[in-house]
């Protein structure tokens, strides 16, 4: 059975910054295959694409609200991806979700990160952003 278990989230003023980290473990599951991605719903509002990173890496993606401000990255040697994010505002406020889906070896655009299914979603942390 895969986990994916999200840490990092809190309470954090306008302009600050935090670091979400996404720890996937399972006795079969080879984390190096997926591509990983992050996700956001608001209260009140549908869950929407944050951020995403191949399976190797190379590539990563962004939703326009949040480019230039939060960074992704992965950690294969540890089965980690974490989303750095800098800059924050009130409306990133939400529960964020990390989430895998089997790429390897394809190279997908953005389109596939932000529309297509994944695998394996983790139960989320909250990220609140105070004025």
């Known amino acids: 059975q895969v986990q994916l278990v999200e840490s990092g989230g809190g309470l954090v003023q306008a302009g600050g910054s935090l670091r979400l980290s996404c720890a996937a473990s399972?006795?079969?599951?080879?984390?190096?295959?997926?591509?990983m991605g992050w996700f956001r719903q608001a209260p009140g509002k549908e869950r929407e694409f944050v951020a995403a990173?191949?399976?190797?890496?190379?590539?990563?993606y962004y939703a326009d609200s949040v480019k230039g401000r939060f960074t992704i990255s992965r950690d294969n040697a540890k089965n980690t991806v974490h989303l750095r994010m800098n800059s924050l505002k009130p409306e990133d406020t939400a529960v964020y979700y990390c989430?895998?889906?089997?790429?390897?070896?394809?190279?997908?655009?953005?389109?596939?990160?932000?529309?297509?299914?994944?695998?394996?979603w983790g139960q989320g942390t909250q990220v609140t952003v105070s004025s």
């Open positions: 989430a895998a889906v089997w790429q390897k070896p394809a190279t997908w655009g953005l389109d596939r990160f932000i529309r297509g299914s994944y695998d394996y």
């Open positions: 399972g006795r079969t599951f080879s984390f190096s295959n997926y591509a």
């Open positions: 990173i191949s399976w190797g890496g190379a590539n990563t």
